[in-house]
């Protein structure tokens, strides 16, 4: 906690930097899961949106599908364990929640959705040690909000929540392997958001 607040007095000088974490709100879900969210945590993300379409080498993927090749719907890059961030900005709101959770979130993920034709499917963040134990997959968005979908696998109420422009969204417990969640398509203009996904070691 000592950690949290000295870096908002660093960073509040040049008005980027993260918010204090003390104000999240936990949202329990049934089966062990829960969303923490915390609207407008980054500061500065509009520049940092900028700063990251035009510098992270983005890369447009394909994948197997049955008889054929798809394009993924997404542009994507990944920073492994070890590999520096692409902006100061990320380092700092890593480091925030590694404080806050008091766990390593040594990778992340980041997506483009460059406008309402891009998307992720339902899915549970489950490749690795999420298939059996509680993780936490921390994502901050910037640029244009899109609403990220959560349901009970298997079926259930969906909630939503919007997230951009510096919105910080937090999936624990249980949340990855006992509900999906999703960024739909849509029809309607938006414009471009960025996902940036930090998570702890072995988890994918
Ligand atoms: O764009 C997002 O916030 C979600 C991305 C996601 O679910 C994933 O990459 O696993
Ligand atoms: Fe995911």
Not at 77 to 83: M, T
């Amino acid at each position: 906690m000592g950690m949290t607040i000295a870096f908002q007095g660093s960073l509040l000088d040049d008005g980027d930097g993260v918010g204090p974490l003390t104000k999240i709100e936990r949202k329990s879900l049934d089966r062990g899961a829960w969303v923490d969210s915390l609207p407008g945590w980054l500061h500065g993300a509009d520049d940092l949106f900028t700063r990251l379409a035009e510098r992270v080498p983005w890369q447009a993927e394909r994948r197997r599908m049955y008889d054929s090749v798809v394009e993924v719907p997404r542009l994507l890059s990944f920073y492994g364990e070890g590999a520096p961030l692409p902006d100061p900005l990320l380092a700092t709101a890593r480091t925030a929640l590694e404080a806050h959770y008091q766990e390593r979130l040594p990778t992340a993920g980041l997506c483009f959705y460059r406008d309402g034709r891009d998307s992720v499917a339902w899915h549970g963040d489950n490749t690795g040690r999420g298939a059996r134990e509680d993780t936490l997959v921390a994502i901050v968005s910037v640029g244009a909000p899109r609403p990220l979908l959560l349901r009970p696998r298997g079926g259930g109420e969906t909630l939503r929540f919007p997230v951009g422009h510096g919105d910080l969204l937090v999936m624990g417990g249980s949340c990855q392997r006992t509900w999906e969640h999703a960024i739909p398509k849509t029809t309607r203009p938006v414009g471009p958001r960025i996902s940036i996904q930090f998570r702890p070691r072995g988890v994918r």
